[in-house]
């Protein structure tokens, strides 16, 4: 889901209009909760863009392709075998095979530059944990559930009509029940990619009991002998996941995107925030190149080191930020909203902080500030009305005892 920092960053290099054309604009998202009650659109107040991660990545590998045809070469199918960042050697092997299988034999490349933007699970960071004592990271992992690609139409739990009637287009689908979550995504092509979490069958039949008793709307394409049955069973759990470390770089190697701080999927604000990360690389690198008075590998090193500076605490507080927001329930979500519209009416200038995140390109230590600013505010106003629902108690009683007391003058001893 991308916002306005992931905009930003495209239009930089020239690749929004490409990246826009694969995805397909959510305004809002349809939560179902619970047996028998109606969908609920929930409008953000702000478009987002739904685009898989594969036709995200098809598009800037095909623009590197074509932009840099003498300067940039891809290797596809292979994966990083070892590491010395003391001497920024890399060594690869296929992914996947045995050394010497189809008769391929390892790479080894001495490199000026090292970056390793290699997911949640970075060979790259193991490498530098494994190797420099004061290199030192965490990773905090959560399973989010078993992902499938199926044609269903957007509306398959009904229209998504807002509460004044008005009905709105495709929107993330979230519907819990018995334990289970599932979160729907629209694709341009038509289909749905669902993530659902809480399936434990193994088989095509044990599967598509359990998406009768907890998703009955999804029944008719999950059968017992179905395709779509059969491949949610053999799905393989996925991951989500908080990455922290003490730096972003040793010497001529650098951590990018999830590799350096992956976040929990709850604000929208991972691939925006990894994008931004070349943009901010891309600046230090040039800058540093400028100066005569180092080597080039050198230049480097201080890029990276000014990168890793600049860049630890804006993660370090968006990690905070998405594991505060993982622990609010819908129920917080919901009463802070409506506290916040009845506020805003009189102080029109508050910013709410996750609409500034998908609409503007501000720091993440900002947006902290700013969530932490309206949870005070909701607390204050909790307050106020508990202390108005008080002063109300205390007049009712009053008046009950201006008429009960006269009364019971009259009553016999």
């Given amino acids: 889901m991308l916002g306005a920092r992931a905009a930003y960053c495209l239009e930089h290099v020239g690749l929004k209009d490409d990246v826009w054309s694969e995805g397909v604009f959510c305004s809002g998202r349809t939560v179902v909760a619970g047996g ?28 590197g392709m074509h932009k840099y045809p003498e300067r940039i070469s891809y290797h596809f199918g292979w994966g990083l075998k070892s590491l010395d960042p003391d001497e920024s050697v890399a060594e690869f092997s296929p992914a996947g095979e045995p050394l010497g299988l189809a ?24 490498e530098l944990e494994r190797n420099i004592f004061s290199f030192k990271t965490t990773l905090k992992v959560v399973p989010a559930g ?34 289970k979550l599932m979160w729907g995504v629209p694709n341009r092509d038509g289909t749905m990619g669902l993530t659902i979490q809480g399936i434990r069958g193994s088989t095509a039949a044990d599967v598509s009991l359990e998406m009768q008793e907890s998703f009955p709307e999804l029944s008719d394409f999950f059968g017992a ?21 003490t730096s972003y770089n040793y010497k001529q190697t650098v951590l990018l995107g999830d590799a350096a701080h992956s976040l929990l999927n709850v604000t929208h604000l991972g691939a925006g925030l990894a994008l931004e990360d070349c943009l901010v690389l891309d600046r230090l690198l ?18 990276l080191s000014n990168f890793s500076n600049e860049r630890v605490p804006e993660m370090v507080a968006a990690a905070q930020l998405c594991t505060d927001v993982s ?54 106003a909790l307050v106020f009305a508990f202390v108005l629902l008080l002063l109300r108690a205390i007049r009712l009683v009053r008046l009950a005892l201006r008429v009960v007391l006269p009364l019971a003058n009259f009553l016999p001893n």
Avoid at 46 to 58: C, D, G, H, R, T
Avoid at 352 to 369: E, G, I
């Fill in 36 to 63: 028998g009650l109606k969908p609920k659109y929930q409008p953000y107040g702000y478009e987002l863009l739904a685009i898989p991660q594969p036709k995200l990545a098809s598009v800037l590998i095909n623009s």
């Fill in 103 to 126: 008769g391929r034999d390892n790479i080894v490349v001495t490199a000026d530059l090292v970056v390793g933007a290699d997911g949640l699970h970075s060979k790259t960071r193991a």
């Fill in 146 to 179: 078993r992902h499938i690609k199926l044609r269903v139409p957007v509306d398959v739990v009904g229209e998504q009509v807002d509460e004044k009637g008005n009905v709105h287009g495709p929107s993330m689908l979230v519907v819990a029940r018995n334990a």
């Fill in 225 to 245: 002998d179905g395709d779509a049955s059969a491949r949610l069973a053999v799905s393989p759990e996925r991951f989500q996941g908080t990455v922290t470390a």
């Fill in 286 to 303: 040039q800058s540093s190149l400028e100066n005569q008075d180092h080597s080039i590998v050198e230049c480097i090193a201080i890029a």
């Fill in 327 to 380: 622990r609010t329930n819908m129920f917080q979500v919901e009463l802070q909203r409506a506290i916040l519209r009845v506020v805003t009416r009189f102080l029109p200038r508050i910013q709410h902080w996750q609409k500034a995140a998908n609409t503007q390109v501000v720091s993440v230590q900002q947006l902290v500030k700013w969530r932490s600013r309206e949870i005070l505010i909701v607390r204050i």
